[in-house]
């Protein structure tokens, strides 16, 4: 009979601290400035365990947050504590460390400043089964999969490529944060040269993204988390801006180096907002969605 009373409680508590959260998130929270779990999220977290809501080989989301108090650097080393916490106390109710999907804590909570804060902020979400992460339903061929070699050129056959079909540059390096393009990305970029120079009907955009950060808007000076829907409208930066000096490296490359006319090649920086995997976890994550891609626009 208890068993059943605690978890209609739960059930009625897990509905309304989810209700606008993804995925049936469950909301543990946490004191003004703790990391560590309080007694009342500690008896939250037994209950789940115990009426099979976090079961043994199922797979579980863990996001840390924090309220506005404080530095953006100190909320979000707060938030990852805090995951952190609860990951920690899983694993000591047996928990196998391989379905925790942990992620790096967000930060603060995106609110107008209030000395006080604001106590629904600090918490974790806790999302049974785990995050569902989108991937692309199309993932570019890499450039370097269609390149074959004569006489130890390389050559790119216009055959195999179609309109508006996307390739993404592998082999094509920056400097960490920055524009500025790696001596180990020539050879890659040579080719496409050469493919364009001996194709002079092709026509290409190049296509910059970034990961490593929530899409964003900035309403007057301040970010602002999207909204459901907005993903394909927003603006993003300033990671818009290094995505689009990444594609407009290439682009200069191109022109500049390689002698091809500039009006045969646009460039446009997406920022994180073409995500091929979505929320990032790990960094092989993280590696997917940085990329340069050209989108064939005529051939």
Request: net charge positive; proline share 4%; glycine share 8%.
């Amino acid at each position: 009979m208890c068993r059943i009373v605690c978890y209609g409680m739960l059930f009625i508590s897990c509905f309304f601290t989810a209700a606008a959260q993804p995925r049936d998130s469950i909301t543990i929270y946490f004191d003004i400035g703790a990391s560590h779990l309080n007694s009342r999220s500690i008896k939250t977290i037994d209950s789940l365990v115990y009426n099979d809501i976090l079961a043994p080989g199922r797979k579980v989301g863990i996001i840390g947050y924090a309220d506005i108090i404080g530095s953006e650097q100190s909320n979000q080393r707060l938030s990852t504590l805090r995951a952190m916490a609860v990951r920690d106390y899983l694993m000591k109710l047996d928990m196998d460390s391989s379905n925790i999907e942990w992620v790096t804590g967000k930060g603060a909570v995106n609110r107008p400043y209030n000395k006080a804060g604001y106590p629904e902020d600090r918490k974790v979400q806790i999302v049974p089964g785990g995050f569902g992460r989108k991937k692309s339903a199309v993932v570019a061929t890499k450039l370097g999969d269609i390149i074959r070699y004569e006489n130890g050129a390389p050559v790119i056959d216009v055959n195999a490529v179609e309109v508006n079909t996307v390739f993404k540059l592998d082999k094509v390096y920056f400097q960490m944060g920055r524009s500025d393009l790696l001596p180990q990305s020539l050879p890659m970029l040579d080719a496409l040269a050469m493919f364009m120079r001996d194709n002079p009907g092709v026509k290409i955009q190049v296509e910059g993204h970034v990961c490593c950060a929530d899409p964003y808007k900035i309403v007057g000076n301040k970010r602002v988390p999207l909204a459901a829907g907005e993903k394909d409208t927003a603006q993003y930066a300033p990671l818009s801006d290094l995505s689009t000096h990444r594609a407009t490296s290439v682009f200069a490359y191109l022109v500049y180096r390689k002698g091809i006319e500039a009006s045969r090649i646009k460039y446009v920086g997406y920022g994180v907002k073409h995500r091929l995997i979505d929320p990032e976890v790990t960094d092989a994550d993280r590696a997917a969605n940085r990329r340069v891609e050209i989108r064939i626009l005529a051939k």
